[in-house]
Nanobody
Framework: QVQLVESGGGLVQAGGSLRLSCAASGFIFSRYRMSWYRQAPGKERELVAGINRLGDNTDYADSVKGRFTISRDNAKNTVYLQMSSLKTEDTGVYYC??????WGQGTQVTVSS
């Protein structure tokens, strides 16, 4: 059974940092590109960052470039999102995605001013 379990969300002040984790199971993690998406209240889900299977190629939404870093540990079947210099507009539910269509349940990130 495919599972993607996000953790690490919470409430943080603007300018602060959070590190999200997504633990994967039920599939061969190292074979798939992984991504982080987010959905703000009243808005559509948007792609935040993606990482290829080997972890040597990443891409980011313009809004988070230079502030967020995606990484993965294939030995631990885990993908991470290090978020720094957080802004109030980063508030939303953050979802882990596997390229075959798997989704986690999401973790809430709230950035206060």
């Amino acid at each position: 059974q495919v599972q993607l379990v996000e953790s690490g969300g919470g409430l943080v002040q603007a300018g602060g940092s959070l590190r999200l984790s997504c633990a994967a199971s039920g599939f061969i993690f190292s074979r798939y590109r992984m991504s982080w998406y987010r959905q703000a209240p009243g808005k559509e889900r948007e792609l935040v960052a993606g990482i290829n299977r080997l972890g040597d190629n990443t891409d980011y939404a313009d809004s988070v470039k230079g502030r967020f870093t995606i990484s993965r540990d294939n030995a631990k079947n885990t993908v991470y999102l290090q978020m720094s210099s957080l802004k109030t507009e980063d508030t939303g539910v953050y979802y882990c995605n596997a390229a075959f269509g798997g989704w986690g349940q999401g973790t809430q990130v709230t950035v206060s001013s």
